[in-house]
């Protein structure tokens, strides 16, 4: 018997909405789940592989921030992106309890709440990236606009100079 495809709430999100995807399985059992592991793992340049970061600005409120798994948030640029004073990360423990998903599996799709969500503007140059799933050892591929859509999402430079 074929083991059935495990869907998590980000594939359900995309299905209700009637995005096309790619669902991606990777092993996680050694332990690493760095982005740019998960990209060597799933054979994807790194550049086409976005994770999920989420901030705290000066105000109180929350930010997400989507940029390519090889590079750095400019915490500066970020928190121009957004108009706020300044920006900086949550504390790893924070991640569950503000956005529902925990470290690894952190996705802009399916929050606890809406937050204002900014890609990095390299995303633009892609025809498909890769997001989390919404759990570790899953990545979703679709178009940047469906994505950027569906988590009302703008774009932004984001990271550090090379």
């Not at 892609?126 to 774009?155: F, W």
Request: hydrophobic share 40%; net charge positive; with cysteine.
């Amino acid at each position: 018997m074929a083991k059935k495809e495990e869907k998590t709430n980000v594939m359900r999100l995309l299905d209700k909405e009637k995005i096309a995807y790619t669902a991606h399985e990777y092993d996680h059992s050694d332990g690493a789940i760095d982005g740019v592991a998960v990209a060597q793992k799933l054979g994807q340049d790194p550049a086409q592989v976005f994770k999920t970061l989420v901030t705290r600005g000066a105000s109180g409120s929350f930010f997400v921030f989507c940029i390519p798994v090889a590079k750095e948030l400019d915490l500066k640029k970020a928190a121009k992106s957004v108009k706020e004073k300044s920006v900086a990360m949550i504390h790893v423990a924070e991640i569950n309890q503000i956005t529902g998903y925990i470290r690894g599996g952190c996705s802009p799709l399916g929050m606890k709440k809406r937050f204002i969500t900014v890609f990095d503007e390299s995303v633009l140059g892609h025809t498909s990236v890769m997001v989390s799933a919404g759990k570790i050892g899953y990545q979703v591929e679709a178009a940047p606009k469906d994505l950027m859509r569906l988590c009302n999402a703008t774009a932004a430079p984001l990271t550090m100079a090379e």
